[in-house]
């Protein structure tokens, strides 16, 4: 619990002092989940809320991405609230790469969820690819996490982005072996001559090793971006992965 409150006072201290960070550039964002899961067992289905919040900080040649989130879970999937935190170091090649890697931390009411991993951008004029893999451990599931995952961004307009990405992860736990397959389209939109815009996302979740899961969930909200366009944040570094969604376990 007291890992919870702190990543929860972290992420609004990040909202709070946003102007702070006038010179780097980043966003804090808050977002109503509803999520259908099916499985051989049972089914059912939930609504939670999250928040979350990033900042890029250039450091000469590197650049430092924070990010992180609290989700919020009252319903018929869970009464859980999970705190999720990570931390990139990465620096640009030439002007079109950008490659690093990240520690991530995952931290729900009866679990640590940790990782590690290596991460690239590649650049064009209105498209940004991002591909990552990581490794992790689940302490309470006492298993071996792996995950891979990529992600394409199509920019209509500086500040109206289109996006869709494909993600796999294993959990190697012995008795829960499982593959997770999630795909998820999604987009955003900034309203001309202010930080605010409004976002919403697709995905869908298979793992077949794992009850049959099946899981639907849609996520729309709000968000607040400081020091620049979508365009802008996402060319900065500002919109890495966060520890939620790494191992195909959220929606982002």
């Known amino acids: 619990m007291k890992t919870q409150l702190f990543a929860a006072a972290a992420v609004l201290a990040m909202a709070v002092s946003a102007p ?4 780097n550039i980043g966003s804090v964002g808050a977002a109503v989940n509803y ?12 609504t939670s809320v999250k928040v979350d919040g990033s900042v890029a900080i250039p450091t000469g040649a590197w650049t430092v ?5 609290v989700s919020v879970n009252d319903n018929d999937l869970s009464d859980e609230t999970v705190a999720s935190t990570a931390a990139h170091l990465t ?7 950008r490659v690093g890697g990240f520690a991530a931390l995952s931290r729900p009411s009866n679990d640590t969820l940790w990782a590690v991993g290596a ?29 891979a995952r990529g992600e394409a ?18 959990l190697d736990g012995g008795a829960n072996d499982a593959d997770v397959w999630d795909v998820n389209v999604g987009g955003e939109y900034k309203f001309a001559n202010t930080g605010w815009s409004t976002f919403g996302k697709y995905a869908h979740t298979e793992a077949e090793d794992l009850f049959d899961l099946k899981s639907d969930a849609v996520k729309i909200g709000v968000r607040y ?19 939620d969604t790494l191992f195909g376990l959220g929606i982002r």
């Open 20 to 23: 702070a960070f006038a010179q």
């Open 35 to 46: 999520t259908d899961l099916d499985t051989n067992i049972a089914s059912g289905d939930g």
């Open 65 to 69: 991405t924070l990010n992180g989130n």
């Open 91 to 97: 620096t640009k090649v030439g002007d079109s790469w």
């Open 119 to 147: 991460e690239a951008s590649k650049y064009f004029s209105n498209v940004t690819l991002n591909g990552l893999v990581a490794y992790g451990q689940s302490n309470d599931l006492n298993a071996d996490l792996y995950a």
């Open 153 to 170: 961004r199509y920019f209509v307009s500086d500040d109206f982005r289109l996006d869709a990405g494909l993600g796999y992860a294993k």
């Open 225 to 243: 971006t400081f020091g620049g366009s979508l365009k802008a944040r996402d060319a900065a570094g500002a919109d890495l992965i966060d520890a």
